[in-house]
Every structure is written in structure tokens, then in C-alpha cells.
């Protein structure tokens, strides 16, 4: 389970263009990273348009956002192109970034899927349930 203070995991993954990316490419930068079962689904769509239309917001506080899953970059590329998406979104197939316990939780069930991204029907907009900014010494903190 994540918990505030906890330190996130180093990682290097793929882009949507191919393109290796490190959490150490980030130290120093106040980084929002957001985990995802699956593009092109309803609730992983809506959790990305959000973070894409409170994207302006992100960078005026000098925050980078980053969505993770487990699909390839060729997905992530088509998903990042179809809903216009101004953030990396990064593969992580081999789930070296994502807790892997939470991803099979959200396939089991899709209602834990919103109660995790923090997400509702209703407004389809993230919380603080689920998803953090690392600051930059890389602790998981609350947004």
C-alpha cells in the first residue's frame, strides 16, 4: 500500500515515442505520477482527459505529470494521440513502477478502479485517493 513519505521506486521505462525515461530525470521536479490498468478503457480515459485538462494547472505549479500502466508505448502512443494528451505516458510491462497488487485489484474489479484514482462517476475528476506528487527528494505526498 502507498503511504505518504514512502519513497517512490527508481525506474526506467518507455515513452509513448520509444524513448527511455528515468524518475531521476525528474529529481529536483515536483513530479504528479498516476498509475493506470489500461488505455482505451472508460475510466482510464476519463482519469487521463482530467489530468489533461488540469494540465495548464500542473505546470503553472512547476509539477510534471507522468500516467503509467502496463500497456506497450505503441498503445500509449495511439491513446495519447486519440485524446490529445500533453503528458509522457510511460510502459511499464514488467511492472517495475507499478504496485502491482493495485493493478490486479482494478482488473478484479473496475469500482476499485475510481475509488483508488479517486475518481466518480459523477465528476470524473482526480482526488487525493490515489494519486501523489513526488517532491524532490522522490516522497510520496499528498495532492
Known amino acids: ?7 517512490a521506486p527508481e525506474f526506467t521505462l518507455q515513452d509513448q515515442d520509444g524513448r527511455e525515461v528515468s524518475l ?3 529529481r529536483g521536479k515536483k513530479v504528479v505520477l498516476y498509475f493506470s490498468p489500461k488505455d482505451n478503457t472508460p475510466g482510464c480515459t476519463r482519469q487521463a482527459c482530467a489530468f489533461a485538462a ?8 512547476g ?15 495511439r491513446f495519447a494521440q486519440k485524446n490529445n ?9 514488467e511492472l517495475q513502477a507499478i504496485w ?3 493493478i490486479a485489484a482494478y482488473e478484479a474489479d473496475a ?8 475518481m466518480t462517476e459523477a ?14 527528494v522522490r516522497n510520496l505526498r499528498n495532492v
Not at 488540469?54 to 505549479?61: D, K, M, N, P
Open 85 to 93: 494528451l500533453p503528458f509522457l505516458l510511460l510502459s511499464d510491462p
Open 123 to 136: 465528476d470524473s475528476r482526480p482526488t487525493d485517493a490515489g494519486e501523489g506528487i513526488l517532491d524532490d
Open 1 to 7: 500500500m502507498l503511504e505518504v513519505g514512502m519513497k
Open 54 to 61: 488540469l494540465y495548464g494547472q500542473f505546470e503553472a505549479l
Open 24 to 26: 531521476a530525470d525528474y
Open 63 to 77: 509539477a510534471v505529470v507522468i500516467g503509467v500502466s502496463k500497456d506497450s508505448a505503441a498503445s500509449h502512443q
Open 100 to 102: 502491482a497488487e493495485k
Open 111 to 118: 469500482q476499485a478502479q475510481y475509488e483508488y484514482y479517486g
